[in-house]
């Protein structure tokens, strides 16, 4: 079975609102528990639906593979951590923190999410 795989570019397509929050998508367009990839201007993040008002955004470049793929991955539980597993080398991110389990040291990008009028919304500068 193939992975479901849908890409988004925010709205305003040139940038955020004042605040910095960049609208990406219905929330209704996000699949529990399968990653969506989506483009911050330049930067590509994966986009995780773990409960029905719960995003997770984190940057969706695996540093191991050197390949966008973390929107690719499986969303599970491992050692109590919300985790995306990398579909190359099994790596897992977890999607709290970035941080990856089998080798602390390195990380992915994490952003803030909200849902505004059912619509989730991303902070553009990760955290």
């Not at 929050?21 to 911050?40: E, K, Q, S, Y």
């Not at 099994?90 to 602390?104: S, V």
Request: aromatic share 8%; glycine share 8%; with cysteine.
């Amino acid at each position: 079975m193939n992975a479901i795989v849908r890409e988004f570019k925010p709205n305003p397509p040139d940038g955020a609102d004042e605040s910095g929050w960049l609208t990406v998508c219905p929330m209704d367009d996000l699949i529990p528990f399968v990653g969506t990839r989506a483009l911050l201007g330049k930067r590509q993040i994966a986009l995780f639906r773990v409960a029905p008002d719960q995003v997770y955004a984190i940057g969706a470049y695996d540093p191991f593979s050197d390949a966008a793929v973390l929107s690719r991955g499986i969303v599970g539980d491992l050692q109590g951590q919300l985790v995306v597993a990398s579909p190359i080398y099994k790596h897992h991110f977890n999607l709290k923190t970035g941080r990856c389990l089998e080798k602390p040291s390195v990380g992915v990008p994490v952003y803030q999410t909200r849902i505004v009028d059912n619509h989730v919304q991303v902070l553009s500068v990760p955290f």
